[in-house]
Structure formats: C-alpha cells, structure tokens
C-alpha cells in the first residue's frame, strides 16, 4: 500500500492540494499524433481501395481506427481522477489498434501484395527491405496528418496499407511503454483514495503548521506588549518624579 505521506501532489495558486493527477497534454503525444493519422489514412484508403457498398470490412476498419484516437484521449482526459479509467480505455485503444493491424494484413494477402516488413525477417525480398526501411525511418520522423496528406491519392494500396501498418506498430509499442509506466505509477502511488488521504494529511499537516506559526506570532505579540506596557509604566514613573 502507498504511504500517502510520499505522494507528490499537484497544488493550486493559494497553495491548497490537488487531489487530481497532473493533466497529461494527450495531443503531444507521439502515439496520439499517430494515431489521428492512422483515422485520415484509413478514411482515405476505405474510399479509394474498398467497395462502398456491401463490404462491411469499411465500417470496421474506419471504426477501429477512430477507436484508437478516441480512446487515447478519453482515457488520458479520464485518468486526472482514475487511473483505472485510464488503463482500461488504453487497452482498449490497444485492442482496436491491433484489429485494424490485422484488417490491413488480411488485405495485403487477399491482394496478394507484399507486407515489406516481413522482409526483415525473411531477408528475401531486399526491394522490400529497402522499402521497409525507407518507410519506416518516415513514419518514425512524422507523426502529423499534415506530413502525409500529400500521398494519400497518390499511394498505391500497397504502398498504403504498408504505412498504416507500420504505423500501428509504432503505436502499439508506445502504448505498451506508456501503459507499463502508468502502472508503476499506480503500484507507487496508488488511486484516487489515496490521493484524497495524502490531500488530508497534507491539508493538516499545512493547518497545524499554520498553528504554531500564529501562536508563536501570539507569543511574540505578546512579549512586545508586555515590553511596551514596561516602557509605559517607566515613563509614567518618571514624570511622577519629575512632578514631585
């Protein structure tokens, strides 16, 4: 169990505790980033490669992919109160990321086209490791819709598919690093309960701390009266002297 007494708490302009997380910005995140753009490349490739009518595979795939987005921001937005929120909707991301991986593999060998990253393991294909790299070291650098719009109506579905699925790996692995680092995180500082309990201890803490000051300022108020009623008495007895 977390000593309360050791957590780190966030603090508002008068100084009282947060019993809230610190707020992650989510948009800065490279795994989000990503993300949104696996949303725009998706939407783009259902519309160029995939039937519009009857194939359900599209619903599927552009739903998966905004799951990822929404999820990722849902859960981050949540996790300022609840880490468990969090987590959950993170696994869920992660969940939908690896459906539309799979949606985008099934189409590559249903084409019979290439999926270029195998070729780092076979070691048979060097055009395709070469594209594998070339790719890979470009997504790695962009992570903006923006860095992409350009190519995707000029793409063949090949070359689409293989981006996004580089993408979801990249995805994939930054959340799972993400992921684990929240958990250890919640093994150290525990939830939301204990956090309250840390803002009460901190809050007495704080208000017996602004006890001692006030009676010490009391005490020494005290101290200066009595010294001034000195002074006083003094001078009064002086002028008595001086009068008789």
């Not at 783009?44 to 990722?72: H, W």
């Not at 070691?123 to 992409?148: M, Q, T, V």
């Not at 525990?190 to 000051?213: C, F, P, V, Y």
Request: charged share 30%; net charge neutral.
């Amino acid at each position: 169990m977390p000593d309360p007494r050791n957590i780190q708490l966030e603090r508002y302009n008068d100084g009282t505790p947060s019993i809230l997380r610190k707020k992650t910005v989510y948009t800065e995140l490279f795994f989000y980033r990503k993300s949104d753009v696996l949303v725009q490349l998706t939407k783009v490739f259902c519309e160029r490669f995939l039937p519009k009518y009857g194939d359900r595979t599209v619903d599927q795939m552009v739903q998966a992919a905004r799951s990822i987005k929404q999820n990722i921001a849902e859960g981050l937005t949540d996790g300022q109160t609840s880490f468990e929120v969090e987590i959950k909707l993170l696994g869920i991301a992660k969940g939908s990321n690896q459906e539309l991986l799979e949606d985008y593999q099934d189409y590559l060998k249903h084409h019979g086209l290439s999926e270029w990253a195998e070729a780092r393991k076979t070691k048979e294909n060097p055009g395709n490791l070469i594209r594998f790299n070339k790719l890979h070291a470009f997504c790695k650098e962009h992570s903006d819709d923006k860095d992409y719009r350009n190519y995707y109506y000029r793409w063949t579905d090949e070359e689409m598919a293989n981006t996004a699925i580089c993408l979801c790996h990249m995805v994939d692995r930054m959340m799972t690093t993400f992921i684990e680092k929240r958990d250890h995180e919640f093994v150290e500082e525990g939830g939301i309960r204990e956090r309250m309990t840390a803002a009460r201890l901190d809050m007495r803490g704080t208000q017996k701390q602004r006890i001692a000051q006030l009676e010490a300022e009391n005490a020494r108020l005290r101290a200066q009266v009595a010294s001034l009623q000195r002074e006083l008495e003094a001078v009064k007895a002086g002028l008595a002297g001086d009068s008789g």
